[in-house]
């Protein structure tokens, strides 16, 4: 089958390296890594209204076999609330920061290339118990949320997605990537790797949300333009990759 009326040969050349990277002296050594290696960017909105979520342990109710075979993409539509504990924990065991001596800490529950981090966690909440409707940005690193937006999320949502029963969804959780954090080292791969890493984060969500009895839907088509005004990012390198639907 012919493929040249499509772009993704050029997406694909474009984002290959033919190992350039690699030629670089500073590639081999860690200590002789530039800076923008190894600084871990943690993005912060320290005007917004910040949210602690509880810190309620996990008590893991599936076996790793079990939760892989009984995940998948239900879209059931939940009347009743989603419990805080279960954003919580959803949130927070997906993206855990590894309590490790190793890297003084830089390593989570799923991998980075580089361990460069770009991706980043947005949730818009219509009906959690305890949180507010609205949009925010998750910390990892507090646990916590920064509400960028108050009230009602349905209309918004129903425009990114174009589907109802999303925007009647009791969460969405948004999954960004801030490029320029992996392209300081991997160039326009980078792009790639921001996609895969976004896809690891994804399972870490779909497996945890089906340990806590809450189907959760991966959602790749929404319209970027839309959604990229949604977050109110603006002229930035941040785009939203993936997104996915906690029932
Ligand atoms: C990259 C990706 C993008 C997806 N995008 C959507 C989507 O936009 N809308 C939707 O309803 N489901 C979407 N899905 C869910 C798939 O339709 C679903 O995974 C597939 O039908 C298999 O079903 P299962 O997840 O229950 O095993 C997406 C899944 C993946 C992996």
């Given at each position: 089958m012919s493929t040249h009326s499509f772009a993704y040969p050029d997406f694909h050349a474009a984002s290959s390296t033919e190992g350039r990277y690699m030629e670089?002296?500073?590639?081999?050594s860690v200590a002789h890594w530039p800076r923008a290696w190894l600084d871990i960017v943690f993005k912060t909105y320290p005007r917004m209204p910040l949210l602690r979520l509880p810190d309620v342990p996990w008590e893991s109710q599936l076996s790793l076999s079990e939760a892989l075979v009984q995940r998948?993409?239900?879209r059931a539509n939940v009347a009743e609330p989603l419990a805080l504990e279960t954003l919580s924990v959803l949130l927070r065991e997906s993206t855990r920061i590894k309590p490790t001596a190793v890297d003084h800490g830089?390593?989570?529950v799923y991998p980075s290339a580089g361990a460069r981090f770009p991706v980043e966690v947005y949730v818009a909440v219509?009906?959690?118990?305890g949180v507010a409707g609205g949009l925010y940005h998750y910390r990892p690193l507090d646990h916590a949320l920064e509400q960028l937006a108050a009230g009602p999320q349905r209309d918004r949502l129903r425009r990114v997605f174009g589907h109802d029963w999303i925007a009647d969804a009791r969460c969405v959780v948004l999954l960004s990537a801030e490029l320029s954090r992996s392209a300081v080292k991997y160039g326009d791969r980078a792009y790639r790797f921001s996609l895969i890493e976004a896809g690891h984060l994804m399972h870490n969500l779909l497996l945890v949300g089906t340990d806590l009895g809450s189907a959760v839907t991966p959602i790749g088509g929404f319209a970027d333009d839309r959604m990229h005004r949604y977050l109110g990012l603006?002229?930035?390198e941040e785009y939203v990759l993936y997104s996915a639907v906690v029932s």
């Open positions: 670089s002296e500073n590639w081999t998948s993409s239900d830089s390593r989570r219509s009906r959690c118990e603006g002229p930035t």
